[in-house]
């Protein structure tokens, strides 16, 4: 099931590769996008210069023939900095996709990547538009309201009054004219605190207030840059100023908008935290990978290769596998943490979303001869759940995964759905996912929804994967007000349940966490 994107969002995807131009054109288009695309970097520039509608979001490989992706971002910069551009970057680029988005790029999708990874990072471009058009759009009819500020003094005190962001108003003088309750509560005042005062007088950055006194006087115009400030209280503010000026061109004083930019700090450090987590996590493989396909490349130059050389080959390429799908995770992971990944609930037929799990991870369980069937109620009928359906679709699709690696060939996979009804907490969905594979042994089950950590042995070190998986699960099945639970044995097998209330208890969830 598809989570539509609200309203059309124009995309261009430039990528020498078809396959994955028409992969992301068949994602994009389901989630409602309209979408261009361009086999050269040269072709996608002409479309967007060309085109007499405006694309915010291009999907942009590093990799081309002729003019690189590199080349390529830094001319739609010129062209358009309010430009999205997301890269799209193999496992041989990594580091170069990092300085990409140093250089401006919004965000990356490692190959091979799965819908998963395009919808999220789709989506939260889309958000980001969103949220900066409402932002540009409030910022205007601020200033429009100002201009009116003698003649309907009430009407605009209303306005101000309400706006969740912080409101100061000078007069050419630099003494407080107008503030609002935002204003106050963000910097710890009384709230029946009185304008009249000089600005020093309700804050105590004396480069900021020198800054708005300037501003109010006429001496400088608009901030060239936005003034950040760090609050006690470990929050972040961002303060935008203005003169305000009268028909006949005098300055009357200076108005000051405050945002609170804490949330924007705390993925700052989360992004900081996965760059140095790929330096760290990846320099000593990717050197690995680097040396074990410069012999392979040298010695495949022969007619004949060794079996020893086949089986450098393999391992470069388990090792890749593994790195891109460890950034995919950290992404997915710092995004969930964050909230930016949520989408709005809605109602979600678990039944049905399991059913398509299911057959599209059928030809994955039958490659190791294993048996993988749904079980549903036949005589009661599932009501929907009220949550995100692309959270649910990751929450399933993680753990019928995971039980299709840790089962042995020939194992069984058994996915099944129950309605309970007498729960105090009100009517819940109960998912299982049950197979009779390898086990985790009772030593590693409180581990076992830590980030990285994963259970090694002699059936399970051979197994690719990040540690990452079932920390995602349990944070989405958290955000919705549902519990998980885990029983396994050594030997025998592994159920993991999943039970999710069928009302909305969202909001309800995040004000316990908080």
Same mark, same amino acid.
């Given at each position: ?59 942009l ?25 997301i ?10 996709a ?14 091979p ?29 601020q ?8 003649a ?34 963000q ?11 000089p ?37 972040? #503010? ?28 705390? #993925?700052d ?60 995770? #950290? ?5 969930i943490?964050?909230?930016t ?32 069937? #749904? ?24 753990l ?21 009804e ?25 581990k ?21 998986g ?45």
């Open positions: 099931m598809e989570n539509k994107i609200d309203g059309v969002k124009r995309v261009l995807v430039v990528d020498d590769e078809k396959d994955i131009r028409d992969g992301c054109e068949r994602i994009l288009r389901r989630m409602g996008c309209q979408v261009l695309t361009a086999s050269r970097g040269m072709d996608g520039l002409s479309i967007l210069a060309e085109t007499t509608e405006s694309i915010p979001i291009v999907l490989d590093l990799k081309m023939p002729g003019m690189d992706g590199m080349e390529v971002l830094g001319r739609i910069r010129e062209m358009n900095p309010e430009i999205l551009v890269i799209i970057t193999g496992f041989a680029t990594v580091e170069t990092i300085e990409a988005m140093k250089q401006g790029a919004y965000d990356f999708i490692p190959k990547f799965e819908p998963d990874h395009v919808r999220i990072v789709v989506r939260r471009a889309c958000e980001r538009l969103r949220l900066t058009h409402e932002a540009e759009q409030l910022e205007r009819e200033q429009k309201t100002l201009l009116d500020l003698g309907e003094k009430s009407r605009i005190r209303t306005v101000i009054e309400s706006l969740p962001s912080g409101v100061v108003v000078t007069n050419a003088q630099g003494q407080v004219v107008l503030l609002n309750p935002a204003f106050l509560r910097f710890g005042l009384e709230p029946d605190r009185l304008p009249g005062d600005i020093e007088t309700y804050l105590e950055d004396a480069g900021f207030c020198d800054l708005v006194t300037d501003i109010s006087e006429g001496k400088r115009g608009v901030f060239d840059t936005p003034y950040e400030m760090a609050l006690p209280d470990d929050r972040y #503010l961002r303060a935008r100023g203005q003169p305000v000026m009268s028909e006949e061109g005098e300055c009357l004083g200076a108005v000051v908008i405050f945002g609170d930019i804490t949330d924007m700090k705390e #993925l450090r989360l992004k900081s935290e996965f760059v140095a987590k790929v330096s760290h996590e990846l320099r000593s493989p990717l050197a690995t990978i680097h040396e074990q396909l410069a012999l392979v490349l040298k010695e495949m130059v022969r007619e004949d290769t060794s079996e020893e050389e086949h089986h450098l080959l393999t391992r470069a390429q388990e090792k890749t596998r593994g790195l891109i799908t460890l950034i995919g995770d #950290l992404l997915d992971l710092s995004r943490e964050s909230g990944v949520r989408n709005e609930p809605m109602p979600v037929r678990v039944d049905e979303l399991l059913g398509s799990i299911v057959d599209f991870l059928l030809t994955r369980a039958r490659a190791k001869t294993q048996s993988l069937t #749904l079980k549903l109620p036949e005589n009661q009928e599932i009501p929907p759940v009220i949550a995100d359906p692309i959270s649910l679709e990751s929450i399933f699709g993680n019928i995964t995971n039980a299709i690696n840790y089962t042995q060939e020939g194992g069984e996979i058994a996915v099944s759905l129950d309605l309970v007498d729960s105090p907490a009100g009517p819940e969905v109960c998912a299982q996912v049950r197979d009779n594979g390898f086990g985790i042994d009772p030593r590693y089950q409180e076992i929804f830590d980030r990285f950590f994963r259970v090694k042995n002699d059936k399970t070190r051979f197994i690719t994967g990040t540690g990452l079932l920390p995602i699960v349990k944070g989405l099945v958290d955000s919705m007000g549902g519990t998980i639970e885990l029983d396994s044995a050594v030997g025998k097998g592994t159920t993991f349940t999943v039970i999710l209330p069928v009302e909305d208890n969202t909001e309800k969830n995040e004000k316990i966490h908080h």
